[in-house]
């Protein structure tokens, strides 16, 4: 099963604006909404914020302002502003895929707050 | 609040089967689709399968199809995941997951906290 692609890596510094890609294709964020989850080692992973078709974002209660999310064409990318050490985590996109009748996810994006 | 509460998880030999259940609670279970979701050691997230909230309309990875079998039982708010012939590749936290909506194509707001299947012999 095809998955979303996104970089293995990223980081800033505390207060540094940061942004994790997510690539996929027409059958996949080209069509649907697009979700990502933030996953402390050893947690279970957590709903950060997902955008719509629209691109418009919904986050659950008690996620920062801080996350934004957009999506463009088979593109989606999550924006971290006001970066803070807590937000040291790993980083999952996700979307349905229409043609594999199933959810794809990214292989993930390892955080690190320099 | 919204919980879900994995259970089934242990050490199976290869070729074994396994039963995982979910007790979900703190919302209406009936409305929402599931899911379930798998993480290998040092991996990332693997989708393995979803069902509709109504339990007629089931989804399957490639990697398990023909071997897991997801149902529920909207009566007593519980999500199972049956595994058969399991191998080694197997081997991972299994999450349960509830969906934003009823129908497939939305994805996963709620994580239970995993129940680990560890296949070896």
């Known amino acids: 099963q095809s998955g979303l692609t996104q970089p293995p890596s990223a980081s800033g510094t505390p207060g540094q604006r940061v942004t994790i890609s997510c690539s996929g294709s027409?059958?996949?964020?080209?069509?649907?909404?697009v979700y990502w989850y933030q996953q402390v080692p050893g947690t279970a992973p957590k709903l950060l914020i997902y955008t719509d078709n629209y691109n418009q974002n919904q986050r659950p209660s008690g996620v920062p302002d801080r996350f934004s999310g957009s999506k463009s064409g088979t593109s989606a990318s999550l924006a971290i502003s006001g970066l803070r050490s807590e937000d040291e985590a790993d980083y999952y996109c996700a979307a349905w895929d229409d043609s594999l009748r199933g959810e794809v996810f990214g292989g993930g994006t390892k955080l690190t707050v320099l | 609040e919204v919980q879900l509460l994995e259970s089934g998880g242990a050490l199976v030999q290869p070729g074994g089967s396994l039963r995982l259940s979910c007790a979900a609670s703190g919302f209406s279970f009936i409305n929402y689709g599931m899911s379930w979701v798998r993480q290998a050691p040092g991996k990332g997230l693997e989708w393995v399968s979803g069902i509709r909230a109504s339990g007629y309309g089931t989804y399957y990875a490639d990697s398990v199809r023909g071997r897991f079998t997801i149902s529920r039982d909207n009566s007593k708010n519980t999500l199972f995941l049956e595994m058969s012939s399991l191998r080694g590749d197997d081997t991972a936290v299994y999450y349960c997951?509830?969906?934003?909506?009823?129908?497939?194509?939305?994805?996963?707001?709620?994580w239970g906290q995993g129940t680990t299947v560890t296949v070896s012999s």
């Open positions: 997951a509830k969906r934003t909506r009823a129908e497939p194509g939305y994805g996963i707001d709620v």
């Open positions: 027409d059958s996949n964020i080209g069509d649907n909404y």
